[in-house]
């Protein structure tokens, strides 16, 4: 079992910043792929980026590249999304995802990932 509570949601203006974190506690989380996921409410989860367990790989949906950076804390069991330039519409709930394959299912499904945190919003006003 892994265990993931995400932090750093809040309220913010349009341009502005915030930085998500994601602790983990339970199994070995240097053994896990990391991803983050977006939801709002009345659509499927959306992927947003995903960081290989060593950190080495990192990918991102088109709609984020450039504004959104993800890192990992191997020693601190902590992974983190670094949102820059936040647009109204990445207005959501976000969730750190674990998986130890993600890719046998594809690493942009939900089904890829073994293990969810319960999400923390992230509002972006106008």
């Known amino acids: 079992q892994v265990q993931l509570v995400e932090s750093g949601g809040g309220l913010v203006q349009a341009g502005g910043s915030l930085r998500l974190s994601c602790a983990a506690s339970?199994?070995?989380?240097?053994?896990?792929?990391m991803g983050w996921f977006r939801q709002v409410p009345g659509k499927d989860h959306e992927f947003v980026a995903i960081?290989?367990?060593?950190?080495?790989?990192?990918n991102y949906a088109d709609s984020v590249k450039g504004r959104f950076t993800t890192s990992r804390d191997n020693a601190k069991k902590t992974v983190y999304l670094q949102m820059n330039s936040l647009k109204p519409e990445d207005t959501a709930v976000y969730y750190c995802?674990?998986?130890?394959?993600?890719?046998?299912?594809?690493?942009?499904?939900?089904?890829?990932?073994?293990?969810w945190g319960q999400g923390t919003q992230v509002t972006v006003s106008s």
């Open positions: 995802a674990a998986g130890l394959y993600p890719q046998r299912k594809g690493i942009t499904t939900t089904q890829g990932y073994d293990y």
């Open positions: 339970g199994r070995t989380f240097s053994n896990y792929d």
């Open positions: 960081i290989t367990r060593s950190g080495g790989i990192t």
